[in-house]
């Protein structure tokens, strides 16, 4: 079962995080796709926690808010490397004006480009391939927009929620290929 924007709402205001959900999640997707899940998962709730000014005493208080976050980043990395390639950004739904989605929208690609800035800060990463480049830096380009109230346009915004989409999926691919199984011949 999907866990609905809804419930993932009600847990990041129980936990007090001054994070949107769009953010959030374009962090865990920018981890996912530059990082080992483990590594991802670990800087994931990390950052969380920060954000959330959680002390180690109060922690075990919220186990059920931190586990539905744990549901949700495995959702996420199943959504990732999904084979029908499922994988959405966590945006409101369609009954939400355009200009909220387009702002969330903006949220998910700041959330990214900062999950990704955070593994290849790490050290050790070769530069970015060049398509990677240039999605990144129109993430960046999407994050920074302002929009004024009736100022966003449906059609745009369903075509940039496509390339967002689309461009995660390129961002996973050149950073972490999946590697094909092979069939071993009988010997």
């Not at 180690?56 to 390639?85: G, H, I, M, R, Y």
């Not at 959330?111 to 391939?129: C, D, E, M, N, R």
Request: hydrophobic share 40%; charged share 25%.
């Amino acid at each position: 079962m999907t866990l609905s924007n809804q419930t993932l709402s009600t847990t990041i205001e129980r936990l007090d995080l001054p994070l949107p959900l769009a953010e959030i999640h374009g962090l865990c997707c920018g981890l996912l796709c530059s990082m080992s899940s483990a590594a991802a998962k670990t800087r994931w709730f990390t950052e969380l926690l920060d954000a959330a000014s959680l002390s180690p005493e109060s922690v075990a208080s919220k186990a059920a808010e931190l586990k539905t976050l744990d549901e949700w980043f495995t959702q996420t990395l199943s959504a990732l490397n999904d084979s029908d390639l499922e994988f959405s950004p966590a945006v409101p739904d369609d009954d939400v004006p355009v200009d909220q989605r387009t702002r969330a929208l903006g949220d998910f690609c700041g959330g990214f480009t900062y999950g990704v800035g955070i593994a290849l800060g790490q050290g050790g990463q070769k530069p970015l391939p060049e398509d990677s480049r240039e999605i990144i830096a129109d993430f960046q380009e999407i994050d920074a927009v302002e929009i004024e109230e009736g100022g966003a346009d449906e059609t745009v915004y369903t075509e940039l929620l496509e390339y967002v989409r689309v461009g995660v999926l390129l961002v996973l691919e050149e950073l972490r290929p999946i590697t094909p199984v092979t069939q071993q011949k009988p010997s």
